[in-house]
T-cell receptor
Framework: GAGVSQSPSNKVTEKGKDVELRCDPI?????LYWYRQSLGQGLEFLIY????????KSGLPSDRFSAERTGGSVSTLTIQRTQQEDSAVYLC???????????FGSGTRLTVV | LAKTTQPISMDSYEGQEVNITCSHN???????ITWYQQFPSQGPRFIIQ???TKVTNEVASLFIPADRKSSTLSLPRVSLSDTAVYYC????????????FGKGTTLSVSS
């Protein structure tokens, strides 16, 4: 597609439930990134996929968070047993082989009640 | 990755030139400097990137002194629509590196 697409745009879930967030990167972009942005804060790096290489998971805050990227394209970020502190906007970005010049999606606003 | 320091906030009026300076004392030889802009409820948007001296595009200019320990994003004749958060990032222009965003500079433009 023309841009990075994320779905859903908004998600309200109950504490303890699992959620899946989806990211469709720009076609042909080999790198895909997930970030989290809490209200009024900067972007927190979560995980990075580059081609067929093992992902860089160094930013995942706990083992409740996981992500996968199928076929080098679509990525899903899964949060298990959600907590209220997981409430944030989850942003996905993709880029060509070199990391500069990311294109971000509009994000998924997750609210855990 | 080199740490960056930039002002938390800046205020300006329409039509003025705005300069946002970012300090990156520990910049490495292979690091590039990149600036992003973020509007409310949107993801950040790439503005400009440079390695040294001056870079200019249709949106902004980026000034980088010879020692590269700082950089200045210059926005000419800002308008209300330039109100946003501006992020300065420093990192190598190579695969295998995820860029780290700080808290950015919140620019507020008034009429």
């Amino acid at each position: 597609g023309a841009g990075v697409s994320q779905s859903p745009s908004n998600k309200v879930t109950e504490k303890g439930k699992d959620v899946e967030l989806r990211c469709d990167p720009i076609s042909g972009h080999t790198a895909l990134y997930w970030y989290r942005q809490s209200l009024g804060q900067g972007l927190e790096f979560l995980i990075y996929f580059q081609g067929n290489s093992a992902p860089d998971k160094s930013g995942l805050p706990s083992d409740r968070f996981s992500a996968e990227r199928t076929g080098g394209s679509v990525s899903t970020l899964t949060i298990q047993r959600t907590q209220q502190e997981d409430s944030a906007v989850y942003l996905c970005a993709s880029s060509p082989f070199l990391p500069h010049g990311y294109t971000f999606g509009s994000g998924t606003r997750l609210t855990v009640v | 990755l080199a740490k960056t320091t930039q002002p938390i906030s800046m205020d300006s009026y329409e039509g003025q030139e705005v300069n946002i300076t970012c300090s990156h004392n520990n910049i490495a030889t292979n690091d590039y400097i990149t600036w992003y802009q973020q509007f409310p409820s949107q993801g950040p948007r790439f503005i400009i990137q440079g390695y040294k001296t001056k870079v200019t595009n249709e949106v902004a200019s980026l000034f980088i002194p010879a020692d590269r320990k700082s950089s200045t994003l210059s926005l000419p004749r800002v308008s209300l629509s330039d109100t946003a958060v501006y992020y300065c990032l420093v990192g190598p222009n190579q695969a295998g590196t995820a860029l780290i965003f700080g808290k950015g500079t919140t620019l507020s433009v008034s009429s």
